[in-house]
């Protein structure tokens, strides 16, 4: 078995480890009341659900906590099993000495996870939901607990179930027919059937083409300056951060590593790194290593800003950099031309589509960050009830799509054959019934739960 027994009690800290003013620890499992009641004092017989109550921890006769306990009975709990949560002081000692004593009478150690995979298993939560949860412990911005909370509440599960119930109506029309060996069902409406897979495909794909923008929500959009030395990247990530991060100086080829620094621009988190200015000509040592750890910071962007000094005349310097950055960008990538040093500019007016920039006086910075994160709030700012931020789940609508336009293709010839084109409506259900964990494997759902935290 891969995935642990879920039918014996299992228990853990919920809080992070450590010394605090408070803990909480979790029992869950058949036997959750009964392992509790070995060392709680007045021992609970029939305890109400969901209510709390002051009772003493004890080993024997001594006297450990006392501690805040909250009995929740199945099915009616986040596990959908016995659970009982203590609220304890944060002592350490204390901690260890009530996981032993639930271990004495009967739990063992949760494995990472273990309390939402039971919730998962259990009907409490699909594992579309279930990876929510641990996306929104993990959440360090405003963008990113957003999306992990409209998951977690099953905006994404509803529109995946949306589609899933409009095929499955589908299949039953195709099924029936097949079925029908005296051709008594009217012949399929060809016309409005192939519109309804074609709006589903269009739902599908529309949730898939999400995923680049919602990855950038939940891990941070990973964005690269780049250009010419002297060009004056520094500058501008000192200038967007507000702060001195990168040594600047007047001389070319200062930078010679790459340099990150995080940032959160309306909500979303931003994950800076400057780097190192591109020139094909003949360098030191460590300037052409320094271009080549330039090189694979481009390559791996999200967004890359390449920036053209504006306080210079155009060189043939500046013109190998901007090719060098467009070919190593990756397919996708968004690239923002800069022009900075637009405070020294030489030239009357950038092209068009290139930002004026000024580290120096702040100007365009703001419209900078905005086009930095726009995708980002658009996503937001549609009113988008699903935000795609796993690949699993960007893996799973693509399939469900490709499935659909095949069948698309299907529905256009003179007399299609009803059995490929159910066969393509069957595949597409079953990328579905993936995402939302209907048809996980063992081995998908171990990969899930091993990421959580104990306890959770």
Do not use: W
């Amino acid at each position: 078995m891969i995935l642990p027994e879920t039918d014996d009690t299992i228990a853990a800290q919920a809080t992070p480890p450590g010394a605090g003013a408070l803990a909480v620890l979790r029992l869950s499992g058949p036997a959750a009341f009964t392992a509790a009641a070995g060392f709680l004092r007045p021992a609970p017989q029939d305890p109400p659900h969901g209510q709390a109550r002051l009772l003493s921890v004890c080993d024997g006769e001594r006297l450990v906590d006392r501690a805040v306990v909250v009995f929740f009975r199945g099915p009616a709990s986040y596990t959908g099993q016995d659970t009982v949560e203590i609220t304890c002081h944060g002592s350490p000692y204390i901690i260890r000495t009530i996981l032993n004593l639930a271990v004495r009478n009967g739990a063992r150690p949760a494995e990472p996870g273990e309390f939402t995979l039971r919730a998962f298993l259990n009907g409490k939560l699909d594992l579309a939901q279930a990876e929510a949860v641990g996306q929104l412990i993990e959440a360090g911005s405003e963008g990113a607990h957003r999306a992990a909370l409209t998951q977690a509440e099953g905006g994404l599960s509803r529109e995946v179930r949306g589609i899933r119930d409009g095929l499955v109506g589908l299949l039953g029309e195709l099924e029936a027919r097949l079925d029908d060996s005296y051709e008594e069902i009217p012949a399929l409406e060809l016309k409005s059937f192939s519109r309804a897979a074609g709006e589903a495909r269009k739902k599908a794909a529309a949730l898939a083409a999400g995923y680049a923008a919602g990855r950038g929500i939940k891990d941070g959009i990973k964005i690269v300056i780049a250009g010419a030395p002297n060009s004056g990247k520094s500058s501008l990530l000192n200038a967007l951060l507000g702060y001195d991060r990168a040594m600047v100086s007047r001389e070319a080829g200062t930078t010679r590593d790459t340099l990150e620094a995080g940032l959160e621009i309306d909500g979303f988190r931003v994950l800076f790194t400057d780097t190192a200015g591109l020139d094909a000509r003949s360098a030191p040592a460590l300037e052409r290593e320094g271009m080549r750890r330039a090189k694979d910071a481009i390559a791996r962007a999200d967004t890359v800003l390449l920036l053209e000094d504006s306080s210079a005349p155009e060189t043939a310097a500046g013109r190998r950099a901007a090719s060098e950055t467009l070919r190593l960008a990756l397919k996708g990538a968004k690239i923002i031309r800069v022009s900075s040093k637009c405070d020294l500019a030489r030239r009357k007016r950038p092209p068009a589509g290139v930002l004026k920039v000024s580290a120096k006086t702040g100007e365009g910075l703001a419209a900078l960050k905005s086009k930095l994160v726009a995708e980002q709030k658009k996503i937001f700012s549609d009113g988008a009830q699903a935000v795609v931020t796993s690949s699993r789940h960007f893996a799973a609508l693509s399939a469900a799509a490709g499935e659909l336009g095949r069948l698309g293709e299907v529905l256009k010839k003179r007399n299609p054959p009803l059995e490929l084109a159910a066969e393509h409506l069957r595949g597409a259900l079953g990328a579905l019934a993936s995402l939302l964990g209907e048809t996980a494997p063992e081995e998908v759902l171990a990969g899930i739960f091993r990421n959580f935290c104990v306890g959770k």
